[in-house]
């Protein structure tokens, strides 16, 4: 199988910052793989951790040099984020419901299907927009969750329209992804997908259910982490921010995956 591109929203001879921030992403399977979570936030090196299948009510504050900083609450099937409290102050955050499908409405596992948050990112001296995002299962048209995915960039950007953005979740979407990445790119962001599949339960629906869209950034590298509990495996997203060249603030794309070593 190909390694998928991983993509910026800009050329790659764009200056970025050497700075980088790892985003984690597992959808812990109805928050059967909640016991992972400190164990994966610190192999990862995680800087924000994004949650998707969780019970809220059960949430441990803290993780790994990670804090909840928000999470849903109505939901049977919420969504969280964690962070590093030394690196990122929260300025906002929001949770919004999407456009439903017939088994959301029978058995109502979601309505809040977005959790995006605005950081100011300290180490990097810029403001952030991360999310966490969950689809509609395969039993929804791919329609659907493609208007589910745009009007989460949509609120995403109406967090910032200026700020660099990424958004991780799962997104159950593991086939006809070239119509699914001219739509993303339509909304001016960039989908990347992992080096490994991340569903693996069923052989008939192996492939990328997890993955990222960004903006404003620069993706050096999206890996599939080893298999734990959960039916879905969790992904490591690596980024830099970018710059306009010739600014004098960040440096080249090779400069700056140079200046980190796991990248």
């Not at 929260?90 to 309505?111: C, E, G």
């Not at 950081?119 to 589910?148: C, G, M, W, Y």
């Not at 990445?181 to 997908?193: C, D, M, N, T, V």
């Not at 259910?209 to 495996?233: K, W, Y």
Request: charged content about 20%.
């Amino acid at each position: 199988m190909p390694v998928p591109d991983h993509e910026g929203t800009i050329p790659m001879d764009t200056d970025v910052q050497p700075t980088t921030i790892r985003v984690v992403s597992y959808n812990l399977r109805e928050h059967t793989a909640n016991s992972e979570l400190a164990a994966l936030a610190e192999s990862s090196q995680a800087d924000v951790l994004c949650v998707q299948e969780c019970d809220s009510n059960d949430l441990a504050p803290s993780i790994g040099g990670l804090t909840l900083a928000a999470s849903t609450k109505a939901n049977r099937l919420g969504l969280a984020i964690y962070k590093r409290d030394d690196r990122f102050e929260l300025r906002d955050f929001r949770v919004h419901s999407l456009q439903k499908s017939l088994h959301d409405r029978v058995l109502a596992p979601a309505h809040e299907r977005l959790i995006a948050m605005h950081l100011r990112d300290a180490e990097a001296d810029t403001d952030v927009i991360v999310a966490s995002f969950h689809a509609s299962p395969l039993t929804a048209t791919n329609s659907l969750r493609r208007k589910q995915i745009e009007a989460a960039h949509q609120f995403v950007r109406d967090l910032s329209s200026e700020a660099p953005a990424i958004m991780v979740g799962d997104f159950n979407y593991p086939w006809f992804q070239t119509n699914l990445r001219r739509k993303i790119e339509s909304h001016g962001f960039a989908l990347s997908l992992s080096d490994q599949p991340t569903y693996l339960r069923y052989r008939k629906f192996t492939g990328h259910f997890d993955f990222a869209t960004s903006v404003g950034l620069h993706i050096a590298g999206v890996e599939t982490l080893p298999a734990g509990i959960s039916d879905h495996r969790p992904i490591l997203v690596r980024a830099h921010y970018e710059t306009a060249a010739g600014s004098g603030a960040g440096s080249s794309a090779a400069d700056a995956v140079a200046a980190d070593p796991a990248a």
